[in-house]
């Protein structure tokens, strides 16, 4: 049983939902940059029973030209951690990415699928879950996507503001995937770091279940603010092509992720995203 965590990027959405989550555990947040070197700062830690990394550079575009910034956040600083757990024996719980492929697979992708990125953002995550690899640690890599909270930057805040402002919005309809509460994210992170054995190591597929459009999400962050009789301005919501709305990086077509291994290794199905709509909706409208 884990007892003493360290946990990284405890002021992020993830990070935010696994401190609420991990109870009676002791939790050290550090203060340290992950951008730099804090191979030193490690050594100066008290001693841990695992090490939760939810920190990462996710800036996707602008990491077309920040690759280094990039890399430093996504690459080397878990190829550290890794090092870390490995010389203690303890589980490092690292999150990556459905960008780690190039979304040419009609079908959900599994774990033995191999990665194709095509952007920074996703090379560097990729390059992440090799040096943990690499590292012999005991390891829970989760490929995660699209996530959504009540708090911080995410599309489901994004989609309300607009929606509260502007009334035409157009949003992507071409670019598959599943949407993820932060919430119900960290709830099974922490359940299988609490029964972690060594034989667990390895890339774990997380998500909700229903796959969704950007568009298919958006519609229903709308339908469920009419329904909270929210002053909704949007009165027109436009699908649009991935080429209409054109990034600095690219994004697969098809990101949806297959998470029956993690299901069948630690026992717990996550619900529908839809589930945890109306609350997140109730809870950041506060802040608009």
């Not at 430093?72 to 878990?78: F, K, Q, S, Y």
């Not at 943990?132 to 995410?154: D, K, M, W, Y």
Request: hydrophobic letters at 40%.
């Amino acid at each position: 049983m884990v007892k003493t965590v360290l946990l990284l990027g405890s002021t992020g959405q993830l990070g935010q939902s696994l401190r609420s989550q991990l109870g009676e555990a002791s939790v050290f947040t550090p203060s340290w940059d992950l951008a730099g070197d804090f191979s030193g700062p490690l050594g100066e830690l008290p001693d841990v029973d695992g090490i939760l990394n939810a920190s990462a550079y996710t800036a996707v575009d602008k990491a077309e030209a920040e690759p280094d910034q990039a890399r430093a956040i996504n690459t080397l600083a878990p190829q550290i951690l890794a090092r870390y757990a490995a010389q203690r024996g303890i589980p490092l719980v690292h999150v990556s990415t459905d960008y780690v492929f190039d979304g040419t697979k009609k079908d959900p992708y599994t774990e033995d699928d191999a990665p194709n990125p095509l952007s920074v953002y996703g090379a560097s995550k990729r390059a992440g879950e090799e040096a943990i690899i690499a590292s012999g640690a005991p390891h829970l890599s989760f490929r995660t996507s699209r996530l959504i909270s009540a708090v911080r930057h995410n599309f489901l805040r994004t989609m309300m503001r607009l929606f509260l402002t502007r009334p035409e919005v157009r949003v992507v309809n071409d670019q598959h995937g599943a949407p993820n509460a932060a919430d119900d994210l960290a709830s099974a992170m922490v359940h299988a770091l609490s029964c972690f054995q060594s034989h667990h190591s390895g890339i774990y597929h997380l998500s909700n279940t229903d796959y969704a459009t950007w568009y298919d999400l958006a519609h229903a962050i709308w339908g469920e603010m009419h329904r909270q009789t929210m002053p909704v301005v949007t009165q027109h919501l436009i699908p649009i092509a991935t080429k209409d709305y054109p990034t600095p990086a690219q994004r697969p077509a098809n990101s949806r992720l297959d998470p029956r291994k993690f299901s069948d290794t630690f026992g717990r199905v996550l619900p529908s995203w839809r589930d945890a709509l109306p609350s997140l909706i109730a809870k950041a409208i506060h802040d608009f």
